[in-house]
């Protein structure tokens, strides 16, 4: 296949498929805002990237003509997603323990509390 004259560039479109898997995710999980809010995904990465259909469409077939291009595009969308994945989890986990740690010390007051209430002369 011959090389289109508007080829996106390779880590242009690694961006764009990697914002397209995160909007289709997000569109699978809530579909309804994605409807009410009339969302249209495509149109979204369109106007973000500068890009229109045909430019994303040709360059799209281009590097799926090279297997080993596309592959590589494809391993570092899938790379960045793993990133984003992880660094959800550790703000997650960082937020569980916060939490758990706030209870600890709520639980650790109230029964300090229920102790001078049981006992006020210690």
């Known amino acids: 296949m011959e090389k289109p004259e508007n080829l996106i560039q390779k880590e242009k479109m690694v961006l ?7 909007l289709n995710a997000a569109k699978s999980a809530y ?3 994605f409807e009410d809010d009339k969302i249209e995904t495509m149109e979204f ?8 259909s045909v430019q994303f469409s040709q360059s ?6 090279i297997p080993l ?3 590589a595009i494809y391993e570092r969308v899938n790379a960045l997603l ?6 959800l989890e550790e703000e997650n986990e960082q ?3 916060s939490i758990r740690k706030a209870n600890e010390k709520l639980e650790d007051s109230t029964k300090i509390r ?3 209430i049981k006992d006020p002369n210690s």
Do not use: P, V
């Open 16 to 22: 764009i498929l990697y914002d397209l898997a995160i």
């Open 31 to 33: 579909t309804s805002s």
């Open 45 to 52: 990465l369109y106007r973000k990237y500068g890009i229109d």
């Open 60 to 65: 799209d077939l281009y590097y799926a003509s």
């Open 69 to 71: 291009e596309y592959q």
């Open 82 to 87: 793993e990133k984003k994945q992880k660094m």
């Open 95 to 97: 937020r569980t323990d």
């Open 114 to 116: 229920e102790q001078a």
